[in-house]
């Protein structure tokens, strides 16, 4: 885990000082649960529990600590205590059977910094205004007729994309900046429309928020301590970087709002009938600051938001939109470099497929079933987020162990993706398993979970594959790939990112040579 240690010398004498308050409390939590089964887990040390037992990648080490605990496990980090899943089975009892007894989220300080007190919807609590919103989400943001209504600009990002690479052609390019700048602005374009300033500094300000809010902070790791909290170097980076996006949300909102106002009054002048919903959209529609503007000010919400609360949707919108799809494009581009076979594969039905099509459309990708079984194996193998996380909002029993109130649920979805009891091969990219199984993202399917299951369920699953499918189509249709020389697929690192969404570590650099039909 990313434990940011802050290193004045008061916060640190403050923290020896509560030294003694911690080590007393530590042996009344010891005591307290002497008489309940808690599920296995390794030795902990005072204070700290297990914390030193845990690298960058915890995914990793959970999956190796399982081989001697089982799938059931808890771990101490500092004074909260963790549950780990690596089990279909167990995660089906808690996402399912369970579910609303483990619909809670588990905050940190940075959360609540970076979106907005937690009243975004990866992070907010499980209660009627995280209900609230998640309906917006459904029915108003992420529905498929809102995620068609963006085509266009998908289409023209990634043909920016494809003229940017062929510029290249022949000279080794950085392929995996190439896509999360592509992404990113697909992205950025369907919440901001035409107005898109600053776009790379938010999209900056947003990456290092979702690695800030992977990891704890001191003040996380002891919740009871509100020194160490107030005296926090961390908090003081945090609150600078919420600056900054106030400064950039801020504008953005605002110019939506002058703007629909001035076409609010020349629709005054049309006739009963012949006004239609417009807004900042690039074709005239209503992009999504425009919806979340007209959803507040409808006055039927049973709880009004503030601009705030729009603000924290924006950040789930570009942190999670961006990073997942570009990560899943790169990592699928990665896995197919390294299998030629399924490269050669790939390439040959998007090929017929496309073959002399100017334009391509939603229809034409729904033919490429091939390509989806390739999508569907890449987020097994690299699911965009391995631990999903969950929090006990009760004393509970999952089985036959004890499970406290308030205890952080992580269901290690990238260990289950590779489990041999349920995969053949695991360890194989092998596109062909997923062929006549019926196995699917809804979250139905416990050992393949790219995008959760039950209450928490991703809601922008249907804007994410969107994001992935025609980028990755149009990759494979117009060049033909290879690695730099000297280097081979075989040795290529596969080491993950660290951070909420897993990406490579290293970047993905290769040779394009364009594709003459």
């Keep these: 885990m990313d434990i940011h240690f802050p290193f004045s010398f008061t916060t640190f004498a403050l923290f020896m000082s509560l030294l003694f308050l911690f080590i007393t409390k530590w042996k009344k939590s010891k005591a307290d649960t002497k008489l309940r089964k808690l ?48 089990s279909p089975e167990i995660a089906k009892e808690v996402l399912k059977t369970q579910d609303p007894t483990f619909a809670a989220r588990s905050l940190t300080m ?33 529905s ?50 035409k107005i898109c300033k600053d776009k790379d500094t938010l999209v900056k300000l947003y990456k290092q928020g979702v690695s800030l809010a992977a990891g704890f902070q001191l003040a996380d790791l002891f919740p009871s301590s509100k020194i160490l909290r107030l005296f926090s170097f961390s908090r003081v980076k945090l609150w600078a970087m919420r600056r900054k996006l106030d400064a950039i949300l801020d504008e953005l909102i605002d110019e939506h709002k002058e703007n629909l ?11 009963h009938g012949e006004s239609t919903r417009r807004g900042n ?27 705030d609360n729009i603000k924290a949707v924006l ?7 961006t990073n997942t799809s570009s990560s899943t494009t790169d990592w699928a581009m990665v896995e197919l470099i390294r299998n030629p076979r399924v490269m050669l594969k790939a390439q040959a039905e998007v090929r017929e497929i496309f073959k002399g099509l100017e334009i391509i459309d939603d229809t034409d990708l729904q033919k490429l079933k091939y390509l989806k079984m390739v999508i569907k194996e890449t987020f097994r193998m690299h699911t965009p987020v391995p631990l999903l996380p969950r929090a006990s909002t009760k004393d509970c029993e999952v089985n036959g162990y004890f499970i406290p109130a308030n205890a952080r649920v992580l269901v290690n979805a990238w260990e289950m993706g590779r489990d041999p009891k349920y995969w053949t091969n ?38 994410g594959i969107a994001g992935i499918e025609l980028p990755l189509a149009q990759l494979l249709y117009n060049f033909d790939w290879k690695l730099p020389d000297g ?12 951070g909420l969404t897993v990406s490579r570590k290293q970047h993905l650099y290769v040779i394009a040579t364009p594709y003459d039909p």
């Design 426 to 463: 695991p360890e194989n990219f092998e596109p062909e398993r997923f062929e006549n199984n019926g196995v699917d993202f809804t979250g139905n399917h416990f050992e393949y979970l790219p995008f959760g299951s039950g209450i928490r369920m991703c809601p922008g699953m249907t804007f």
């Design 281 to 307: 959209g690039e074709s005239g529609n209503e992009d999504l600051v425009d919806v979340f503007l007209r959803v507040k000010e409808s006055g039927e919400l049973d709880i009004p938001i503030n601009y």
């Design 144 to 193: 498929s007729k809102q995620v068609k209504s963006f085509a266009s600009i998908r289409s023209d990002e990634v043909l920016k994309l494809i003229k940017s690479i062929k510029s290249s052609a022949g000279k080794p390019l950085n392929l995996t900046e190439k896509i999360f700048s592509s992404t990113s602005s697909i992205t950025a374009r369907a919440a901001f429309g």
């Design 110 to 142: 940075s959360t609540e910094i970076l979106w907005y007190n937690h009243t975004d919807i990866a992070f907010s609590p499980h209660n009627d205004y995280w209900r609230q919103m998640r309906k917006i989400c459904i029915l108003e943001l992420l």
């Design 261 to 271: 106002a001035r076409m609010s009054k020349d629709d005054k002048g049309l006739v």
């Design 487 to 498: 280097i081979n697929p075989d040795n290529l690192d596969m080491t993950e990112n660290y």
């Design 315 to 321: 950040s789930d919108m570009m942190s999670a939109g």
């Design 39 to 86: 599920p296995p887990g390794p030795k902990q040390l005072p204070i700290i529990g297990h914390l030193h037992l845990l690298s960058l990648l915890p995914h990793r080490d959970f999956k190796e600590f399982a081989k001697k605990y089982g799938p059931l496990m808890h771990f101490k980090l500092g004074e909260n205590s963790a549950i780990v899943i690596s």
